[in-house]
């Protein structure tokens, strides 16, 4: 049953972290939330110095009350612990330009966050300091490390942005949002450090100089302060020369030891220590792989089809399973690239198809083949709830996929191929040989599959993503030849094929099933069926349909 996890849970559970991922993110939302309002206040400096004082006294109240305090410093130890945890857990460092980025700039952000919280908070707690531009400012200003306070800054608002958009860029419902979205991400920082040197040329004009608009530090505090921050630094880059350490015993013990596993790709095989996803193992090998997200069990585009050694793999994680549950994956063959570790060797198949990467062969040419067989046009139409505007064209594609999965797995149950005939029209084509009762029966069964499959589908993408999908379904038989154009997928051409769009395109708008004569004959009965015989076109034959129930009425 395509029922989905996700859409049946409460809304309030849907925020409740779960797994290193969730709390990963929830944790660095956290301090991006903190970073954004940090920015917003320099940016008000365009406006006024006491504008800016008091918007900083707003979220100095906010952030060191007891529970914005429990809440910023459990999410920097979660965030920073769990990013260390991960680089530890990379097999390789094969990835994406922008994921590498987002990571090395993760990396670089506790050096600005350290000495930042050195000389507020700390210097708060410790010496009482208020942390007021009247005396952040000056300081910085005096002694020419404005420019490298605000620069970095940089890397925690970009890493920010990155991981945002690895979040949540594939559930964008409205094409206008990136464009927003890129526009607040540019505009931010450009008006916080605008801001920042306004306010201080303005404390700078003062009659009173620095010295009246700042509380002096004297020259022992600045040196405890510095040694701190000193000390601060030297504790986390011990951390990261853990990581590395870690990391390089690792793979000596690897190789050491001969521990690898073999996996196997359609037309290519690799091998890669223990330990390593399939993601990891395709990166690494040059292996053409969508991941949208960026390999954190997000977006599901990794997913591979075990066709072997599932012995070899590892139950799935709590976030493979609930991303396996949102796309309602009817087997258990459908893993997720990013999160499978094989302990063993095992063979895999791409679910969905991505351009050939470099050293990987083409499949051979399909050769023509003219066979009998029952079709079944399974015609798909994406439009906005109850009447709304229309889907945006990440929805219009992620609902089609969704369909398309309902459509290939009742074609695999009944031992039929899918061909695409165009994105929202597909073709389920089941030889028939001599039995042509036996494969309409199969046919008819996947159909029922569809329709009722859809039908949870339907109410899954409205409650999720606001959007409605129709499907509309279409049975005709005869002779058609299946082959190759190229190295392109298999193509489907054919008498047929021309009849099977008459039958869909003469049939009412809300006709869901219809089916043409000739697959009607061989048993099926007549009663109850009204049937058309529209004109031909031109020198087409006419084609006779009927709207029928997809559980037919059969002969005593």
């Not at 797994?19 to 929830?26: C, K």
């Not at 050491?256 to 990166?283: D, F, H, M, N, Q």
């Not at 392109?488 to 395109?505: Q, S």
């Amino acid at each position: 049953m395509l029922t989905s996890t996700f859409s049946n849970t409460a809304p309030w559970q849907r925020l409740v972290p779960r797994g290193r991922r969730d709390l990963r993110l929830a944790s660095g939302l956290v301090l991006f939330t903190y970073l954004t309002l940090h920015l917003a206040c320099h940016a008000l400096g365009l406006v006024s110095l006491g504008l800016a004082e008091r918007a900083l006294r707003v979220t100095v109240l906010v952030w060191h009350s007891v529970p914005g305090t429990v809440l910023l410093c459990a999410a920097v130890a979660v965030h920073v612990s769990l990013a260390l945890v991960a680089v530890y857990d990379r097999r390789t460092l094969r990835m994406p330009p922008l994921q590498a980025l987002r990571i090395a700039l993760g990396l670089s952000m506790p050096f600005a966050l350290i000495g930042h919280f050195i000389v507020t908070r700390y210097a708060f707690e410790r010496y009482g300091l208020a942390g007021e531009y009247g005396r952040v400012v000056p300081g910085l200003w005096s002694k020419g490390t404005s420019g490298v306070a605000l620069a970095l800054l940089a890397p925690g608002w970009i890493h920010g942005c990155l991981g945002l958009r690895f979040a949540f860029g594939h559930r964008i419902t409205s094409s206008r949002v990136p464009f927003l979205a890129f526009g607040a991400a540019l505009l931010l920082p450009v008006l916080a450090a605008v801001g920042f040197v306004t306010m201080a040329r303005e404390l700078e004009s003062r009659p009173q100089g620095y010295e009246a608009t700042s509380v002096a530090v004297d020259s022992r505090r600045d040196a405890s302060l510095a040694e701190t921050r000193e000390h601060a630094l030297l504790v986390y880059g011990g951390f990261i020369f853990l990581i590395v350490v870690g990391r390089t015993w690792r793979r000596v013990v690897e190789r050491r030891r001969k521990s690898v596993v073999w996996i196997r790709y359609p037309g290519r095989t690799v091998s890669v220590p223990r330990g390593w996803t399939v993601l990891e193992a395709s990166r690494s090998f040059g292996i053409a792989h969508q991941a949208m997200c960026g390999g954190r069990a997000r977006c599901t585009t990794c997913r591979v089809r075990v066709v072997e050694g599932a012995s070899h793999c590892p139950a799935p994680n709590d976030d493979e399973q609930r991303a396996l549950d949102r796309i309602a994956a009817s087997s258990e063959s459908i893993r997720l690239a990013c999160q499978l570790r094989p302990v063993g060797d095992i063979e895999v198949e791409p679910v969905l198809s991505s351009a050939l990467g470099h050293g990987e062969a083409a499949p051979p040419p399909l050769r023509p083949t003219e066979i009998e067989a029952m079709l079944l046009l399974v015609d798909v139409r994406v439009d906005g709830a109850s009447g709304g505007s229309p889907p945006s064209a990440h929805d219009t594609i992620y609902a089609l996929g969704r369909c398309l999965h309902i459509a290939e797995a009742a074609a695999a149950d009944a031992g039929a191929k899918v061909h695409r005939h165009s994105p929202t029209r597909w073709i389920l084509v089941l030889a028939s040989g001599a039995d042509r009762a036996a494969a309409r029966d199969r046919v008819l069964a996947a159909a029922r599959r569809i329709e009722r499959d859809a039908a949870h589908l339907r109410a899954s993408l409205a409650d999720d993503l606001g959007v409605r999908i129709h499907t509309a379904l279409a049975l005709h038989a005869g002779r058609v030849v299946r082959g190759a154009i190229g190295v392109g997928a298999p193509v489907l051409v054919g008498e047929a094929v021309d009849d099977l769009e008459r039958v869909r395109g003469g049939a009412l708008a809300d006709a869901p099933f219809v089916v043409s004569r000739s697959a009607a004959a061989d048993g099926w009965a007549d009663v109850g069926l009204a049937w058309n015989a529209p004109a031909g076109d031109g020198d087409a034959p006419a084609v006779t349909w009927a709207a029928a129930p997809l559980e037919p009425a059969r002969p005593p």
